[in-house]
Nanobody, 114 residues
Framework: QVQLVESGGGLVQPGGSLRLSCAVS????????MGWHRQAPGKERELVAR???????SYADSVKGRFIISRDNAKNMVYLQMNDLKPEDTAVYYC????????WGQGTQVTVSS
């Protein structure tokens, strides 16, 4: 079992920034596939950013150039830096890891509004 706890969501104005954090309950040193999804009201959950099994990063076209995924293996943390936020980025953001199965956090709400 792997537990994930997201934090860092909130209300921000368009053009603002937020950094989401995901605390993972086990060492992530050997975990390759991890990242962030989001789900807006009435929409399907979509992949936002992830580390691939090749060790590189992948982003949804809608967030390329604005969002940056990073990890701190020493702290077992995964981050999502979100810049130039837009109202369409409003969603619940979920951290996930793949470790002999998919594990998800409970989500953190991000609302972009003036």
């Amino acid at each position: 079992q792997v537990q994930l706890v997201e934090s860092g969501g909130g209300l921000v104005q368009p053009g603002g920034s937020l950094r989401l954090s995901c605390a993972v309950s086990r060492s992530i040193f050997s975990i390759n596939i991890m990242g962030w999804h989001r789900q807006a009201p009435g929409k399907e959950r979509e992949l936002v950013a992830r580390f691939t099994n090749r060790g590189d990063t992948s982003y949804a076209d809608s967030v390329k150039g604005r969002f940056i995924i990073s990890r701190d293996n020493a702290k077992n943390m995964v981050y999502l830096q979100m810049n130039d936020l837009k109202p369409e980025d409003t969603a619940v953001y979920y951290c996930f890891v793949y470790y002999a199965g998919n594990y998800w956090g409970q989500g953190t709400q991000v609302t972009v509004s003036s």
